[in-house]
């Protein structure tokens, strides 16, 4: 039985008048109510993006499950596009993101309480840039974008400028690592200008300084130069970034 007839069979049966189908719409209820539980309690702690992340998901499976129901010609086309794969890649790397993403906050209540009762926001950020950096490194580009992202929805709500501009170019750097510059030299600018307002000098420096090595990797090399010689302007002397980028414009030239 394919998915679509088990889809359809579970909803007609849901939709019988026999006592086991009615236990099953109260079990459902029951799960329905707990689910709304938990988001008001998620959005009471600080995480209502967990929430609305959740909540779309559900709307696209609810979506799709109605459509296969109720229109065959939905169903195939939809199968079909399953068969071409860009609906599977779509869901791949969006599941990905949900697990990260719930999987990481809903482990914030349990490390990250204070003294006080409340959730660690800031902690629980930290956590997810320093997981992020750290996939990243080993590859995991999708789960390390999935946790820089969650981490800028928390430090938006905080308004702490400095580090989401710092999160930011930790985006960045995972989107350029999966081969996305394009994306990734918009957040570059953000970053850097962010920082620039903030008055600091040496993380802007080093943002500038991916900046233009984004620049390199798309092919614009008297653009990159400039940019990494505006880097250089910004950055310590002493610094292992200063030199980083020294050693790239010599390589360049």
Known sequence: ???????????????????????HRERLGAAGGLAF?????????????????VLGA???????????VAAPHVRQALFASFRTGWIHEVTARGSVALRV??????AAYARSRSATGRVDLRGEARRLNTAGVRLRRDGSTTEAVAHHRAALTILRELGDDRSVALTLNNLA?????????AVAVGL????????????????????????GLAHRRQGRGEEADNVLQLALRKLAPTSNAYRTVEAELRRAS
């Open 1 to 23: 039985m394919g998915l679509a007839d088990r889809i359809t069979t579970l909803w007609y049966a849901l939709c019988e008048r026999s006592p086991e189908a009615r236990r």
């Open 37 to 53: 539980l938990t988001a008001g309690f998620l959005t009471a702690v600080g995480l209502g993006g967990l929430v609305e992340i």
């Open 58 to 68: 559900a709307a696209v499976v609810l979506a799709l499950a109605a459509a296969i």
């Open 101 to 106: 993403v719930t999987k990481a906050s809903g």
């Open 173 to 181: 750097l995972a989107l350029s690592r999966d081969g996305d510059d």
């Open 188 to 211: 570059f600018q953000r970053s850097a200008a962010i920082l620039a307002e903030l008055g600091d000098v040496q993380h802007e420096g080093e943002v500038i300084a991916n900046l």
